[in-house]
């Protein structure tokens, strides 16, 4: 084991306590491949699944690997013809028996923070789908909560914002300005630090993904 997955495996099971202690039940898996596999594992057959716009989930290949299973009701809105079906798979996501999300940032304690545009993905993860499963990479770990939201205002909004190629300051120099841009990408700050009925799953990933 090099000593980066010594680190990572002793970062991981100290925020599964503290996801635990916050009624999340959570789990780590230091690859990929194996955070693929035990997202699907979490997904009975039968369940409809959806996502927000999530590049770790996304880049990690778990849109595929749960179409290929052939046994699930997958609600893609990157399938959608126009906006208006896209818009019906929005609504339908608050009936989902899954909904999948990453994080902009976790503290070391276990507070899950997400900044968002228009507000679907953290009223998703606050209420609505059955079950929300997180996948989040551990460098989306900072030591506090004021460091998260550090880190999802000026780290990860700066780069989504370069990624939708909004008309924002970020986009011009990288550094947030906390803006009112008319366009801004951070207008709903979500904080999760306690999960109501056990409600929120958390798939900790040893491998770099999102932003």
């Known amino acids: 084991m090099t000593p980066k997955e010594l680190r990572n495996e002793r970062l991981a099971e100290r925020l599964i306590k503290n996801l635990n202690r916050r009624h999340m039940e959570a789990f780590y898996c230091p690859t990929a491949i194996e955070a693929v596999g035990k997202v699907s594992e979490l997904i009975a057959d039968g369940s409809s ?3 927000g716009g999530s590049m770790t989930i996304r880049d990690m290949g778990i849109p595929q690997a749960l179409k290929s299973r052939g046994t699930l009701d997958v609600l893609d809105r990157d399938e959608a013809a126009d906006f208006e079906a896209a818009a019906r798979i929005y609504e339908r996501a608050f009936t989902a028996d899954f909904y999948l999300s990453s994080a902009n940032a976790i503290s070391e304690d276990g507070v899950i923070v997400n900044i968002d545009g228009n507000g679907n993905r953290v009223a998703a993860i606050t209420w609505g789908p059955k079950k ?28 989504n914002a370069a990624r939708f190629d909004v008309k924002t300051p970020c986009q011009v120099d990288g550094v947030c300005h906390n803006c009112n841009s008319p366009e801004s990408i951070c207008n709903y700050v979500h904080f999760l630090r306690n999960s109501p009925r056990g409600r929120h799953v958390v798939v900790l990933v040893g491998e770099d993904f999102g932003f």
């Open 132 to 159: 929300v499963i997180f996948i989040i990479g551990l460098n989306k770990v900072t030591q506090t909560v004021e460091a998260a939201l550090a880190r999802a205002r000026s780290t990860a909004a700066p780069i």
């Open 49 to 51: 699944v959806t996502w």
